[in-house]
């Protein structure tokens, strides 16, 4: 009897080793899982940022667009006046009274 107690115990320790063996491996694919929830998660967010930072810019393109040409326009407006200014006769000074 003392032999099958033996082989009883030696197979319960192999049994109990195997266990142990598909826990770790159990344990390391949770990690492996909540951490590429994790990956999911920062992706999900940083896609989110990425694209509110390109609606971002180009709002300010169009208001970088808008105010050259209001610029341009006013530099336009600018010429028109002096070149007609410069155009005009000469206009004689009043005598101050």
């Known amino acids: 009897m003392d032999d099958s107690r ?29 951490e590429g929830e994790l990956f999911d998660h920062d992706r999900a967010r940083l896609a989110s940022d990425l694209e509110a930072e390109r609606a971002r810019r180009r709002t300010l393109e169009e208001a970088a667009s808008d105010a050259s040409h209001a610029l341009a326009r006013a530099a336009a407006a600018v010429r028109e006046a002096l070149a007609n200014d410069f155009d005009a006769p000469a206009r004689p000074l009043e005598a101050e009274a």
Not at 8 to 16: D, E, I, K, T, V
């Open 6 to 34: 033996d082989a009883l115990a030696a197979a319960a320790a192999r049994m109990n080793r195997a266990l142990a063996l598909l826990e770790a491996r159990l344990d390391a694919r949770r990690a492996a899982s909540s």
